[in-house]
């Protein structure tokens, strides 16, 4: 991948694609080298950690979306739910689904 490309792709102009990918670099996230074809082209390249970077962003919009469907009054029941399954594990308690609840 070529700065250009990435300016096509992102569609803004090559002094903000190679502004991105300095700062991708600075970060560990990218690494640029010299074309091989001696045109004195630069080819970008994803490091491992910029590879992690991406699926773990991956990740996180595959959360955000379907909690976008939620109403707030759902997001704060979830919220409610997580915090009681966090403590009863950092308590040590079992969690057993057979169990019925009144809210249920």
């Known amino acids: 991948t070529t ?8 569609d803004r102009g090559s002094g903000t694609a190679s502004k991105l990918v300095q700062r991708l670099e600075a970060k560990g996230l990218v690494t640029k080298s010299s ?20 699926d773990h ?5 595959n959360i955000r979306h379907p ?4 109403s ?3 997001v704060r029941q979830l919220e ?13 308690h079992r ?4 169990v019925s609840h009144p809210s249920s």
């Not at 700065?3 to 992102?10: M, Q, T």
């Not at 962003?57 to 919009?61: C, D, M, P, T, V």
Request: charged share 25%; proline share 4%.
């Open 80 to 92: 409610l739910l997580l915090m009681k399954l966090l403590i009863a594990s950092r308590l040590g």
């Open 35 to 54: 074309g091989l074809d001696g045109s004195g082209t630069v080819a970008v390249a994803m490091t491992d950690k910029g590879r992690e970077a991406y």
């Open 3 to 10: 700065p250009a490309d990435i300016s096509r792709s992102i």
């Open 95 to 98: 969690v057993n689904p057979e």
């Open 67 to 70: 909690m976008s469907l939620l």
């Open 72 to 74: 707030a009054q759902d």
């Open 57 to 61: 962003s991956l990740r996180q919009e």
